[in-house]
């Protein structure tokens, strides 16, 4: 990975700082944090919302709960249940591989070809997907309409992440700390919102559809709130991925003290170069990337272990909490942790980050040991266990793209961008599949 470098010698004009300028950046900072906001949101809440439909469902059919059903989150008091960790028959996994196959799959292949479609048409399409999914799963009829409301949510959000990230190229590099807000904003505001609307007496289909107001929110983020520049292609697609007039458009847009120290130094071949990245090019820049996806990978491994596989096991009976009440506080907390940290990186930036991977996984062995040997005084511990664990994963996930974008060459920063993506939905998806054998052993005990 190189320094990204000036593309000549000649000092670039920074925007006023102290007129427009200002009020351009805080336009776009707020419009990636709404996009971020609104990329998640239906991703969030779509579990939530996909249990009550089915129970509503399995109600009007009078059918047994299904595994989807009982998946979402644990009901205390199971009482065919024989095993001391009050356990539901199949893992809270099984919701979650549902949910993040399909974006793994979309950030696994679509960095390869994603540049061929234009930014304007992407945010279209990841709109609507959205919509589909409220639509979906709110009029749905059958459990497999639910179940493609839930893919719909994920393909759009899978889709989304890639591209918004990719879009930070063309502006300012803080844009990425509203971004990161945005989507730990998403966890807190959609399961509040959708439970306070169900609790004051809404109906799942009702608070759904009034939830479509949400895609409306990203397609007025990006067409009117945020201020395109000139060298971004919005509806055509480019001969040439990065120009020279597109390099010098992004850099004036950059911090001075970043910008002076960018000067001093030559602009390398590659930088140089036009035209689009070959497949061979691409994947050498991949190869570079290991260094910030594989510690990112190692971060939601080891937290999605903790929410999917061990949260669950985690109860304490004498609490005045239930267990479904507890783990619903688990998930609060962790979202909590996720929303601070991600919205921290215009206090502090964190540059090793293999320091905050192996602190996740001490989190991870000290929860598997506690559910194994049931040490823990009691749940207040738990509770700020899962807060600190949502700070180590949201502020893994901002300083990752963080210094992505900052180390990357001007070439291969908007391919690196997308590409590093899939760090987090691949740990997410182990953690899903490991955490299937692990919750059946503990229940066997």
Not at 226 to 236: A, F, G
Request: hydrophobic residues 50%; aromatic residues 12%; neutral net charge.
């Amino acid at each position: 990975m190189e320094r990204t470098v000036s593309v000549n010698a000649e000092p670039v004009q920074r925007p006023d700082v102290n007129g427009v300028g200002t009020f351009t950046q805080w336009r776009n900072w707020i419009g990636f944090w709404l996009l971020g906001l609104c990329n998640n949101f239906a991703y969030v809440v779509m579990l939530s919302a996909a249990h009550d439909i089915l129970k509503e469902q399995e109600s009007k059919n009078g059918t047994a709960p299904t595994s989807a059903t009982m998946a979402v989150e644990p009901q205390g008091g199971n009482s065919s249940n024989s095993s001391r960790y009050d356990c539901n028959p199949v893992s809270t996994a099984a919701v979650l591989l549902a949910d993040i196959l399909p974006t793994l799959v979309i950030k696994l292949s679509a960095p390869f070809v994603i540049h061929k479609l234009p930014y304007g048409f992407r945010v279209l399409f990841c709109a609507a997907m959205a919509a589909a999914s409220f639509l979906l799963v709110s009029f749905s009829s059958a459990v497999w309409m639910s179940v493609l409301g839930v893919i719909f949510a994920s393909i759009g959000a899978g889709l989304g992440e890639l591209s918004f990230l990719s879009l930070t190229v063309y502006f300012s590099r803080d844009v990425l700390g509203g971004w990161g807000s945005g989507t730990g904003g998403a966890g807190v505001a959609g399961a509040f919102l959708y439970s306070g609307l169900t609790q004051v007496g809404l109906s799942p289909r009702v608070t759904l559809l009034i939830m479509l107001v949400v895609p409306l929110v990203m397609l007025l983020s990006y067409f009117s709130l945020l201020v395109l520049p000139p060298s971004l292609p919005q509806w055509r697609g480019r001969e040439a991925e990065y120009t020279a007039v597109g390099s010098e458009d992004r850099r004036a847009l950059m911090d001075a003290s970043e910008e002076e120290e960018e000067q001093q130094k030559s602009t390398p071949a590659e930088d140089r170069t036009t035209g689009p990245l070959a497949f061979r090019e691409k994947l050498h820049v991949i190869k570079g990337l290991l260094l910030f996806v594989l510690p990112l990978g190692l971060v939601y491994f080891a937290e999605y272990f903790i929410n999917q596989g061990l949260m669950e096991l985690l109860y304490f009976p004498k609490f005045f909490l239930s267990h479904a009440e507890q783990y619903r506080w688990y998930q609060t907390l962790y979202q909590v942790g996720v929303l601070v940290s991600r919205s921290s990186l215009c206090c502090v930036k964190i540059r090793k980050l293999w320091a905050l991977s192996l602190l996740q996984v001490v989190n991870a062995v000290l929860l598997l040991f506690a559910v194994r040997f049931l040490f823990l005084p009691s749940v207040w511990v738990v509770f700020v266990i899962v807060l600190y664990e949502g700070l180590l994963g949201g502020a893994a996930y901002v300083n990752t793209f963080y210094f992505i974008s900052k180390e990357t060459g001007d070439r291969h920063r908007e391919f690196a961008m997308a590409a590093a993506s899939v760090g987090d939905s691949l740990g997410i998806a182990l953690a899903g599949l490991i955490a299937f054998p692990v919750h059946r052993y503990f229940c066997s005990l």
